[in-house]
Structure formats: C-alpha cells, structure tokens
C-alpha cells in the first residue's frame, strides 16, 4: 500500500558551495548554531492539512539565513471503497490534531507559538518538575526518522497506540519496504505479528509485519 510522508524543508546547506558548509548566512560555524528540536504543535480538528500549508506559507515568508524550519504532516494512503463500487486513495492522517515542527526553542516561543493556529505544545508529563511547570515535549531525530519510513514504506495500515502494552524482544527488519528499520516484535492476539517502534510521549507506532522479516538484535 502507497504512504506519504508530508514535510518541507528550509535546509539549504546541500545547495550551499563545499567551503561555506561550516558557515550559516550570518558566518556562524554550524557547531555553535542553536539546537533545532522537533515539537509537537496542537492544531484544530480535521484543520491539520490547512495548518500545514499555512504555515508551509509562513515559512517562505522568513528572511532566508535567519530561521530555519521544518513541518512534517505523516498521512499513509488508504484503500477506500466507494458505494458505488469505485475503488480509490486517499490520505490517512496518523495523528489527527498534530502538526510536527522542527526549530529552536527560542522560535518556537518568540515567533512559532503566535501563530493564531497553532493552539498549544505538548508537555511532557514525566519530565523534571520545575515550579509547577513540565518541559515541552521532544521527540528525538531518530523516532522521527523512524517514523517517516513507517509513513512512507509501510505496505500495511499503521495504528497509533497511545496506552503502554507488553512488548518482545528488540528486532530489526531484514526485508521489504522497512528494511533496516529496527523496533519490538509483538505478538498478536490472533497470532500475527506486528513491528512498534515507540514514540515516546505519543506512544507507539505498530503496523503488521511477516516473522519471517524480522531478525533478533541480541
């Protein structure tokens, strides 16, 4: 089954001459540019596509060499069935309200935030406590990473589990679209098999996947 993974992307430095690579618009050497982390940004209902693209908008909008960002929608295409009998696809939002955006932290509060559609963060619950109040929510490059292969080569519909459920031993995927992506195996109530790769704050992803794919990673 087709997937796609929305995204845009300000990152020039692979159009950037080999001896400004270092170097931002402003001469900074990239090791002492701010840290971009990925967030998690609270939209409206069923307005996830229109808040993508507005601020797909708002970004070319920025003065080039001052902001960089990135803003991922996951969809994964589905099979659907008209009533007429026609078969077509269409694009399965895999977390309905979310938006991810990739910047500092010092946009997101001065200049992301503002942004009359974008409602809130998540926070992150089981972070240190600091008087009263809980860090942003993170999600580190590589479940995000993971995730876009998920959205983009999974042949099978992929669910989103927020609760905490048991989980096997760590595996690595030795064929098909998901080649080298590594997750827990979990086994199903009706004896299937099924790959999660865990997302932390928002849970898990899981999608159906042959044992015969699958390689122990001792």
Not at 21 to 36: F, I, M, T, Y
Not at 118 to 136: E, L, Q, T
Not at 182 to 204: A, I, Q
Request: proline fraction near 5%; aromatic fraction near 8%; charged fraction near 25%.
């Amino acid at each position: 089954m087709d997937s796609n993974f929305v995204k845009n992307d300000r990152d020039k430095t692979n159009a950037m001459p080999a001896n400004t690579l270092a170097d931002n618009a402003v001469g900074v050497p990239e090791s002492e540019q701010p840290q971009r982390n990925w967030y998690i940004a609270v939209v409206g209902n069923k307005a996830e596509k229109a808040c993508y693209e507005r601020f797909n908008k708002w970004i070319e909008q920025q003065p080039n060499g001052t902001n960089d960002y990135e803003v991922c929608l996951p969809t994964q295409k589905t099979l659907r069935l008209k009533s007429n009998g026609q078969r077509t696809y269409a694009d399965r939002i895999l977390f309905p309200t979310l938006l991810f955006i990739k910047c500092t932290e010092k946009a997101r509060l001065k200049e992301v935030v503002r942004l009359p559609y974008i409602k809130r963060f998540f926070i992150n619950i089981a972070g240190a406590n600091d008087k009263g109040h809980r860090p942003v929510a993170i999600i580190p490059d590589h479940q995000m990473e993971n995730l876009r292969r998920l959205a983009s080569d999974a042949e099978s519909p992929i669910s989103i589990e927020s609760h905490v459920f048991q989980i096997g031993e760590r595996v690595r995927v030795i064929a098909g679209n998901l080649i080298g992506l590594e997750g827990y195996v979990c086994r199903e109530p009706d004896n299937s098999t099924s790959l999660v790769v865990k997302m932390d704050v928002l849970g898990c992803a899981k999608v159906s996947i042959s044992q015969d794919f699958l390689q122990l990673i001792k």
